[in-house]
């Protein structure tokens, strides 16, 4: 029997088991949904800075737009 045999079969029996309700379960709950929450903990302060970067220049921009509009709008008022 060769080596890439062998190994296929592994594959197919190990698919087959993971596949069954019982064995995915575990696998989600003891292993997946841990690692993902440990992951979304580590980078929840970088959610968080991002999120007020994001806002902060949102804000500056409606700003600048403001400031642009007053400063046209005041003299062409002047100008007059």
């Given amino acids: ?4 045999e062998i190994i296929t079969r592994i594959i197919d ?5 993971v596949q069954k ?3 995915s379960n575990v696998i ?3 292993i997946i949904y841990p690692i993902v929450h440990k992951i979304i903990e580590q ?8 999120s007020v970067i994001v806002t902060v220049i949102i804000l500056a921009i ?6 642009n509009v007053k400063i ?3 003299n062409d008022i002047h100008k007059k």
């Fill in 13 to 17: 029996s190990v698919k087959q088991e």
């Fill in 72 to 74: 046209c709008y005041f």
């Fill in 62 to 67: 409606f700003i600048i737009l403001f400031l």
């Fill in 21 to 23: 309700d019982e064995h």
């Fill in 28 to 30: 989600l709950n003891d």
């Fill in 43 to 50: 980078l929840y302060p970088y959610f968080i800075g991002f």
């Fill in 1 to 4: 029997m060769a080596f890439s």
